[in-house]
C-alpha cells in the first residue's frame, strides 16, 4: 500500500493538478495537523475533476481555515521563512495544544488505574465499555481531517494513549466484571497485522473472561483499505478470527466509520462488506456530521439507505468534537438538527436505526431530540443516551435555543422549565 504524507502528500496534490497557492497552504496546515492519503483513496475515491471542492478531497487533504487564522498566520511566516525544523517542531507542538487536543476530560477522568499504575492506553467511562488503544494500532490507513484522534498522530508522545501489553488489558478486566464490551480503537486496529490482533483478541475468548460479550473494532479500514478484508496477505486470517470468537459466544461489531456515500460504492468495499457478514460479524456504520462533506441531508439518507442493503446497521450520527480542525468541520446543532430530521424522514424504517445528532461530550453521549416549547420558551429536548452516572440514561433535560451553539459546553439550561435535568452545571464538573 503506497501512502503519501507530508511532501509526499504535497507532490501528489501538484500532480492532480492542485495550484501552487493551494500545496502552500497544505504545507502550512500540515506542519500542525496530520494528513496522509493512500493509493485506494486517492485513485478510487476522490473525483479530482472537483476538487478542491470533492466531499472525499475535503474529508483527507487540508484547508487554511483548518487551523485559527493567527495560528495559521504564525506557522505560514516559518514555513514560507524556510524556518529551522527544531524551530517549526517546537512552534507545531506549542499549537497542537491550543486546539484541545483532548476533548472531554479523557485522559484525567476516563484513564484508569491497576496496581497503582495509570493504564495510559486504557479508558473506562462507562460501566460496561472499556475502550483499548493497541499501541500497535495508534495509525490509520489514511487520515480524515476532522478526526477527533488527530493527537495520537502527532509527534508529542505526551499526546498520545497506547497500551502495550494485553496482559494489562485482562488484568484490568479480571478486577472489573461489570465490564461487557471491549472497543478496541486508536487509530485504527485493522492497521495492525492479525497476528497481533489475534494476541489482544484470543485471551478475552478463554473462559475466565466470560463477562466480556462484546468485542468492538472501530475502524475506517472498510472506507479507506478494504483490501484488509479481501485480498490483504492476512485477510484469510483475520476473518477467522472473526469467526472463532463468534463461535466462542462472542458478539463480534465492526463500528464501520463511513463519512460519504462514495466510499460504499466500490466493488472492494462490498466485496469486503460481504466477507465480513459471512463470519457472523455484524457492521454498524457511524461517522460525524461535518461541513464541506456530508452537511446534506440527501447524502446521509443516500448513505443509510445504502447501508441497509449492503446489511450494515446505520448507528450514529455524531457531532462533530471540540478538537482540531473543529473550526472548519463544525456545524451549529440547529443545522445538525435540520438534516439529521430531513434524512432520517427520507428513509425506511430499517435504516432509522441511526441516531443522532449525539455529543460524545464530556459527561457521556447526549442526544438532541428537537425542540419544544416550555413555558413560552424553545429548547432544545436533550437526553443521555449513555451517561457517567447511569442515572442520567435516558431522562429528558433541555436547553436554551440557541441558534449558534455548536457544542454542549456552548448551551445554557432552560430558565423557564421547572425539571430541568441533570443540572448543568454538576454536568459541566
Known sequence: MKHYANERLARLALDRGMPEPYVRDLRVVGSVLPFKVNEYVADELIDWSAAPDDPIFRLTFPHRDMLPPDVFDRMAALVDGDAPRDELRRAAAEAQLELNPHPGGQLEANVPMLEGRRLDGLQHKYAETVLVFPSQGQTCHSYCGYCFRWAQFVSQSSLRQALRDPADLTGYLAQHPEVTDVLFTG?????????????????????????????????????????????????????????????????????AHFSHPRELETDAVREAVARIRSTGAVIRAQAPLVAH??????AWARMWQQQVELGIVPYY??????????????????????????????????????????????????????TADVGGERAF???????????????????AWDEQAQWYD????????????????????
Open 381 to 399: 429536548v436533550l437526553s443521555f443516551l449513555q451517561a457517567r452516572r447511569p442515572d442520567w440514561v435516558g431522562r429528558p433535560f433541555f436547553a
Open 317 to 370: 450520527m455524531f457531532v462533530e468534537r471540540d478538537t482540531g480542525a473543529r473550526n472548519y468541520f463544525g456545524l451549529p446543532l440547529a443545522r445538525a438538527l435540520e438534516i439529521y430530521t430531513e434524512a432520517i424522514s427520507g428513509v425506511s424504517g430499517l435504516a432509522r436505526t441511526a441516531r443522532g445528532p449525539v455529543m460524545s461530550a464530556g459527561p457521556g453521549k447526549v442526544m438532541i431530540h428537537g
Open 293 to 298: 462533506v456530508n452537511d446534506d441531508a440527501a
Open 187 to 255: 487509530g485504527d486496529p485493522m492497521i495492525m497485522r492479525t497476528d497481533v490482533v489475534r494476541r489482544w483478541v484470543e485471551p478475552l475468548l478463554a473462559d475466565d473472561a466470560r463477562a466480556v460479550r462484546t468485542l468492538r473494532f472501530g475502524t475506517k479500514a472498510l472506507s479507506y483499505w478494504p483490501a484488509r478484508f479481501t485480498t490483504g496477505p492476512d485477510a484469510d486470517d483475520l476473518l477467522r478470527l472473526f469467526e472463532q470468537a463468534v463461535a466462542a459466544g462472542r458478539h463480534v461489531a465492526v463500528m
Open 410 to 429: 456552548d448551551l445554557k439550561p432552560l430558565s423557564a422549565s421547572g425539571t430541568v435535568f441533570p443540572p448543568f452545571p454538576e454536568i459541566a464538573a
